[in-house]
């Protein structure tokens, strides 16, 4: 049964969207600010060239490979008789838990000459696909294995079912994949500082270090969310109609393994390489500084600790916080209204987190100076840059949580509003801890918000990594990495046992 | 369980609102007194002032770290409404900003007298408080000393492609191009940075050049002197295998840039601002730069600079008056050039 929702969630959830649409106003603003003249000769300059194809070929060249590498781990693991199956499940994911900024900064101290595209694919897809992996290897566990068994009957090879049967079931989960993926290659800039690869996000950055909020970091902002939305849109296109092909939902089934016979030599020494690439080689030496570290940093380190899980768990409350009311509405009366506002809460979260910044330092400078370089502002920032992170998790958990319980204690006469909640926030529990894991998990690791909006004094792991990593401080940046990777693995550890829970 | 969601939403709003209660919302962990430092100095070298300086007057200091060119967009930016008290940078072009924004209050004069005229713009709006000098670092094994350029202005000469680098976005190396704005005029400069955009590898700031020199990627590169000294006193891991060439000979390349401290106009701690000025341009602050870690070269109260360096009064730098340095026009050109 479907009702319409009350006026007071509705009101709530415009609210909430106007709030998270703030950086998108900013960057329409700040165009129309610039001026057609200013911003045709801030746009139209080699060096933007030169930006828009390492942008452009970072992601046709990255998205691809992390899908491959992400996929072809996760049915290595999943559908075949590959020894050490487990281990190599576990070791897939673990890249998950090195910032791709630490990553990065562990490769170019192994090989300072790494640099350029080539260097930023290494680390980056090396970094990412765990970010497809997960999902993939989410949806061939609940795959039902009757389409691959009546391929095999019909006389097809294991290559064939895999390319023609297996992978275009695996769409949604390539798509969700592929689509953060390509949000982060867009977004990231601590990975691609270290070795000299220059994006728009990057050039953003450097704009900002020698013009703070000026036109030049506005004009190059307005590409960057212009390509975001490019990348929206192919994802949305894309999964429209694979919605259709989708086929089946979790079977109680196992599959039956695929054998690699004289390949699984090669699989083992494939995917061993692929993690000794995405942690080991990094990790190395960040942990082989650490004990050359000066004792007297651990009393800051402590303070950044102090500071790091205070932010994140302000950050995680208030997405937490921001997203239940959409998440309700998405779940509870889905309409056409409701999809049109979960997309306004979407936006502003597919840009890269330095714009966010640089439109909460405008807004708070000339709206509310109160709360300029507070730890609202930062907390702000959080929310909508990790929104759909609890977003998503909340709606997967809210339907399942079946809406009868709630009629009953509607009937029962409680208030509509108040019923809903003493009953359904219990039995949402795990899924609100999850939310908050995830958000958690990104603050944390967040570098360029933090540094432009924090309250003044505010030290987190992450920037105390930069700040140390920039001066090429090794002993005194790796404490402030391992800290963040330490911090990191719950949180993954609990995203890796959902892929299990979910279909076992 | 509407008791959970009110709990969550309180420990929310008393995570935000701990810095809001009191009247300065913008400081962590210090009260509504503590003087607020943006500070474009090496944040060990301004840690090491604060220290001292908290130690003798028990006045509170928080710093806000960030870049010179950064930060005095953002003072310009926040105008008024500014949390800060006290301005602190590495170059001249930055507090210019600032001072043309009239945010700055004069400088104390009994301040100013610390400091000797050639090292404090004519105004007396800010005053120096440290200096650098821009060198050409070098890999003995890729450059021979006969190949060394006399002048910065040689580097743009296609005979030096794939031969040098620098760091233009950062201030540092912006200040060593407003000198040669200042002395050689628009057009020369804007050939020169395409010189240097066809013949120079960018790197990210002075450190990671120096190391790419040390590591034998590039020949030469363009830093100031102390990176060096600094990193040659901790046993050279970075510098080892470099030397120094100064252009000297009055070269833009031999610029000597002075690192300015500026009281601003909104402060509401004037009084203890102004006390923070006196003691950095002091004996006290002077002494921590020449003797500490920094190896900058001190410019107030007499303080000679530390060992080994060259005085610098040897160095035979350009004479520019410091207030004279444009760091806007530099960045567009920089940006015309495509280094941006």
Known sequence: ?504 | MTATLAAALLLLSSCTGVTNSDDDGAVEGASAEALVVYNAQHEKLAEEWVEEFTAQTGIEVVLRNGGDSELSNQLVAEGDASRADVFLTENSPAMSLVENAGLFAPVDPATLDLVPEKYRPASGMWTGIAARSAVFVYNPELLDESELPSSILDLQSPSWKGKWGGAPSGADFQAIISAILETQGPEATAEWLTGMKDNATVYRNNIVTMKAVNAGEVAGGIIYHYYWFRDSDSGGENSGNTKLHYFGDQDPGAFVSISGGGVLKSSKNSVKAQQFLAFLAGVSGQTILGEGYSFEYPVGGDVPAKDPLPTLDSLNAPVIDPSKLNGPEVIDLIMQVGLL
């Open chain 1, 1 to 504: 049964m479907t009702t319409s929702p009350s006026r007071a969630l509705l009101i709530i959830v415009v609210v909430l969207v106007v709030g998270m649409l703030v950086p998108v106003g900013y960057v329409i603003e700040a165009t129309a600010r610039i001026g057609v003249s200013e911003l045709a000769a801030l746009l139209l300059r080699d060096r933007v060239g030169e930006l828009l194809s390492n942008t452009v070929l970072i992601l046709l060249l990255g998205v691809p490979i992390t899908i491959v590498l992400g996929v072809g781990s996760a049915w290595l693991v999943e559908r075949t008789d590959l020894p050490g199956r487990r281990f190599f499940s576990i070791v897939s994911v673990a890249p998950l838990a090195i910032p791709a900024f630490v990553s990065s900064y562990g490769w170019a101290s192994v090989f300072p000459s790494i640099q350029g595209l080539g260097g930023g694919l290494l680390v980056a897809t090396l970094a990412y696909y765990p970010l497809v992996y997960l999902p993939a290897l989410a949806t061939l566990r609940g795959l039902n294995p009757s389409l691959e068994e009546s391929a095999r009957s019909l006389g097809l090879r294991e290559g064939a079912i895999l390319l023609r049967v297996v992978i275009p079931q695996l769409r949604l989960a390539i798509l969700g994949g592929g689509l953060i993926v390509a949000l982060h290659l867009l977004a990231e800039y601590g990975a691609f500082a270290f070795i000299r690869f220059d994006t728009f996000t990057t050039a953003i950055v450097v704009a900002y270090q020698t013009t703070f909020a000026g036109p030049s970091a506005a004009s190059l902002g307005i590409v960057l969310a212009l390509l975001s939305v490019i990348v929206l849109g192919i994802e949305a296109t894309a999964r429209g109609r694979a919605r259709y092909a989708y086929v089946g939902s979790a079977s109680p089934r196992p599959a039956e393994l695929v054998k690699l016979g004289k390949l699984a030599p090669l699989a083992i020494f494939a995917l061993a390489v692929i993690g000794t690439l995405a942690t080991v080689v990094p990790m190395t030496n960040v942990i082989r500084w650490s004990f050359a570290t000066n004792p007297e940093l651990l009393n800051d380190l402590w303070r950044a600790l102090v500071d790091t899980s205070l932010l994140s768990l302000s950050g995680a409350l208030g997405a937490i916080v921001v997203a239940l009311p959409v998440a309700w509405l998405a779940t509870r009366h889905p309409s056409r209204l409701s999809r049109v506002l979960e997309g306004g809460y979407s936006i502003a979260s597919s840009l890269p987190a330095i714009i966010v910044a640089l439109a909460l330092v405008t807004v708070t400078l000339n709206v509310a100076p109160g709360l300029y370089q507070t730890t609202a502002t930062v907390t702000a920032a959080y929310i909508i840059i990790f929104l759909p992170r609890a977003l998503v998790t909340l709606r997967a958990g809210l339907a399942q949580v079946p809406e009868s319980l709630e009629e009953a204690a509607q009937a029962l006469g409680k208030p509509p509003l108040l019923a809903r909640m003493r009953v359904t926030i219990p039995l949402l529990f795990p899924a609100i801890a999850a939310a908050g894991a995830l958000v958690a998990l990104g603050a944390a690791n967040e570098l360029t918000a933090t540094l432009l909006l924090a309250p003044t004094g505010t030290r987190t792991l992450a920037t105390q990594f930069w700040s140390a990593a920039s001066s090429v401080d090794y002993p005194g940046a790796a404490p402030y990495a391992i800290s963040l990777v330490l911090l990191s693995i719950p949180a993954v550890a609990l995203l890796f046992a959902q892929t299990r829970g979910k279909t076992r």
